[in-house]
């Protein structure tokens, strides 16, 4: 399997992920970033199982970053907001604080 097709994959759950790591009261921008910055680390870790990480790779890195993000993006859009039972679901997860310090 190719790691674009994999970071897709993993990037249906990711939504999951956001919402948990997000923080309520967080602006949007910040919320923006966390979803980037989780999609590049779940690109970089799906091209290094599929094909290992060299130099050389790192266009595979982005590519399934972007595919990631891409993903998750449309699963939150689609279904996280308009279905109501994910809506509450993604509001309690933001409601659980993270033990940062």
């Known amino acids: 399997m190719t790691p674009e097709a994999l970071a897709a994959i993993v990037g249906v759950f990711m939504p999951l992920l956001i919402s948990f790591l997000k923080?309520?009261?967080?602006?949007?921008?910040a919320k923006v970033a966390t979803a980037a910055v989780v999609s590049l680390a779940v690109g970089t870790a799906t091209t290094a199982v599929s094909e290992g990480l060299s130099y050389g790779e790192i266009d595979?890195?982005?590519?399934?970053?972007?595919?990631c993000l891409g993903a998750a993006t449309l699963v939150y859009k689609t279904w996280f907001k308009s279905v109501p039972l994910l809506a509450k679901l993604d509001a309690r997860l933001t409601r659980l604080t993270l033990p940062l310090g």
């Not at 923080?23 to 921008?29: A, I, K, L, N, T």
């Not at 595979?60 to 595919?67: E, P």
């Open 60 to 67: 595979a890195v982005f590519v399934s970053a972007a595919g």
């Open 23 to 29: 923080q309520p009261g967080w602006p949007e921008w």
